[in-house]
């Protein structure tokens, strides 16, 4: 079943879940401490954009490895084809 | 009193677009025309990294959205800030699902989320049930681009009564109509570029500059508190705060998070998708889309800049009734010259041109390709396919303007935000569907049909004091009032919940045990034209069909 459906699991992919952590709104629902007169619910909500991009980038550097990346100019690298490889490896 | 200044800035700008919309028919062509869905419906397929960036950020950050949310902040206060966690969680969680969609509907030549769901479950009925709620969940969002068109155009002075008054945004759509029809996706993908410059250049300004005219974000603060805390004329109590309060933390949690759950959903945002031209594409732009969440959160703010400059919104001459939603074009229309100001209009106005251009492709190939391929024309070709979408694209876009015109815009919004909540039905069969076939295709149609049902019945009950309405008022359930056939869990109870997020959990639940039985029962759980590998293969891959090649079924 799970070869199936193709599952591929990376650790790194534990870090997605990070970003969630800003949905738990008691830890930040108070005005102070105000920063350039901004209250602090809405700074430190601003934070959270890099945080979220950092962990996106880092899943996406860290499994790279996995298969994929064709660089930007020239797609006709096979040896990284991650569906040649998943072929050659699944069956 | 029309602004002519602004309108003459405006007026070429928008010239500029429909001139790009016309040229972009030859934009990175083929040259194999556009007599396919992969060309007209996907632009094909090849978008690159940059391309992708504009033409998806001009995609999920609407006009709407850039009119909308600064007016609930200006409205209610914090709640409206919920935009940011929205987009904030939207990409972690959407970054390895997306990339699973593209690369099976690549490798099976799918267009649409229908036609996933069609080839892992072998099931014509699911996909028509995916289809016709990502049409019906779009349609009344590109009526909304129109609201947020016409904003602008009253802003300016273009503020006639009854039908005259709607001509001008009626001009303005028979020229995007026209050009969407014949250079398809490539129109808005180029038109993007203008979009989000000048969406950039607007916000940044008024960021930067808006603040310190109004003695800096303290004073600006200080008065959005006090106006907030004045007792709404109608019901009494406080018109919002500048934080969450007990009752609707909650309700800003679900919301947040129910929403980018459901906007990879929606048909347009999965067009964008598709159109990529690989993986990494994708990749990199989970990563460089947060940009934009950046800019909307700074845009929500000015909800707060405009009540500390007493902005007041404009009365709709057609509807008589105030409308919120120029709460921003009449900031802009006060702080900045005119010629700025009309600057900033045309980002408004052409940042509600090509989502709308988006929605009415992405419903125009639902259409096609699981509705009339699958039970009108089955032995369709590729030609014909694209010729019904083309027709297709008109009679959505113009059923939109139907709506605007003949209905009030409030009812738009209505629909829009009912739009969220069934879109989110389609989430088992869709996106649970890329990693498990667990679920039966009978239990997801089971769980659709309850989930949608319920929380159809949910939006029913929410009442809306302030706007005199006793159903449809919003999408903030209170949980006193959440009931299971007459069972109140949490009677008493103040606290409110986003309705859509009630919906999928019963959805889900549903989709669970009927799943257990029908398995238990060994019912026939269909075809799966897909496997495993199909899901990771990437730009170079053999398995990838080739583009605008004879499509499946």
């Known amino acids: ?91 | 009193m029309i602004q002519w200044t602004e309108l003459i800035v405006f007026g070429a700008l928008f010239l500029l677009v429909t001139v790009l919309g016309f040229v972009a028919s030859r934009w990175q062509s083929s040259g194999a025309g556009l007599d396919h869905l992969d060309e007209w419906g996907l632009g094909g397929r090849k978008f690159g990294a940059w391309i992708t960036w504009f033409l998806v950020g001009g995609d999920l950050y609407t006009a709407y959205t850039f009119v909308a949310v600064p007016a609930l902040m200006f409205g209610a206060g914090a709640l409206g800030f919920y935009a940011l966690p929205y987009t904030v969680v939207l990409y972690p969680i959407v970054f390895l699902p997306v990339l699973r969609l593209w690369s099976v509907s690549r490798v099976h030549g799918y267009v649409t989320p229908a036609d996933f769901v069609r080839g892992r479950y072998g099931s014509s009925l699911l996909a028509f049930i995916v289809a016709v709620t990502g049409i019906v969940a779009t349609m009344p969002y590109i009526a909304l681009q129109l609201v947020g068109l016409e904003a602008v155009l009253r802003t300016m002075g273009l503020n006639g009564t009854g039908i005259a008054g709607h001509l001008p945004l009626l001009v303005a759509f028979v020229i995007l109509a026209v050009y969407t029809y014949q250079s398809g996706l490539r129109a808005p993908a180029l038109i993007a570029f203008v979009k989000d410059i000048l969406i950039y250049l607007v916000i940044l300004v008024a960021v930067i500059y808006l603040p310190t005219k109004f003695g800096g974000w303290s004073a600006i603060f200080g008065a959005a508190e006090q106006k907030l805390a004045q007792p709404n004329p109608t019901t009494g109590n406080p018109q919002g705060s500048i934080l969450l309060t007990g009752n609707n933390q909650l309700q800003y949690i679900t919301l947040a998070l129910g929403s980018a759950l459901a906007l990879f959903l929606y048909p347009h945002s999965l067009t964008g998708v598709l159109a990529s031209r690989g993986r990494d594409v994708l990749k990199k732009n989970m990563v460089a889309l947060p940009a934009y969440s950046l800019l909307l959160g700074l845009l929500a703010l000015l909800g707060f800049v405009a009540i500390a400059a007493g902005s007041k919104p404009i009365t709709n001459n057609a509807t008589g009734r105030p409308d919120t939603n120029t709460i921003i074009p009449v900031l802009f229309d006060g702080q900045f010259s005119d010629w700025f100001a009309g600057v900033a209009y045309a980002a408004i106005g052409i940042g509600a041109l090509v989502p709308a251009a988006i929605m009415s492709i992405a419903a125009a190939n639902l259409w096609t390709r699981n509705i009339y391929k699958e039970y009108l024309h089955r032995s369709a070709t590729p030609g014909q396919e694209a010729r019904q979408a083309k027709l297709a694209s008109l009679v959505v876009k113009f059923g939109a303007v139907a709506f605007v015109l003949f209905v009030d815009p409030q009812f738009s919004i209505d629909l829009q935000l009912i739009g969220g909540v069934i879109i989110l039905q389609t989430l088992p069969a869709v996106a649970i569907a890329l990693y498990t076939r667990w679920l039966h295709r009978w239990a997801l149609v089971a769980g659709w049909v309850v989930g949608m049902g319920y929380g159809l019945y949910l939006l029913y009950l929410i009442p809306n004091p302030a706007a005199g309405k006793a159903h449809f008022g919003g999408s903030a359930l209170t949980l006193d009032k959440l009931t299971v056939f007459g069972w109140h869990p949490f009677a008493g109870s103040t606290v409110q919940i986003y309705v859509g997020f009630v919906a999928l959990v019963v959805n889900l639940v549903i989709a669970v045990l009927v799943s257990v039985a029908l398995h238990a029962a060994k019912v026939a759980p269909g075809a799966d034209a897909t496997e495993g590998a199909d899901y990771h293969a990437d730009e170079d891959s053999d398995r990838l069909k080739p583009v605008a090649d004879t499509p499946v079924h």
């Open chain 1, 1 to 91: 079943m799970a070869d199936r459906s193709g599952f591929r699991w990376s650790p790194w992919n534990l870090l997605l879940l990070v970003p969630l952590l800003m949905l738990v709104t008691p830890w930040f629902n108070t005005k102070d401490p105000v920063l350039w007169g901004m209250p602090f619910f809405y700074w430190s909500q601003f934070l959270w954009v890099p945080v979220g991009v950092i962990c996106v980038a880092v899943v996406y550097a860290r499994t790279k490895d996995d298969g994929v990346p064709v660089p930007d100019a020239d797609p006709d690298v096979d040896d990284l084809d991650e569906g040649a490889r998943q072929r050659g490896s699944a069956q």
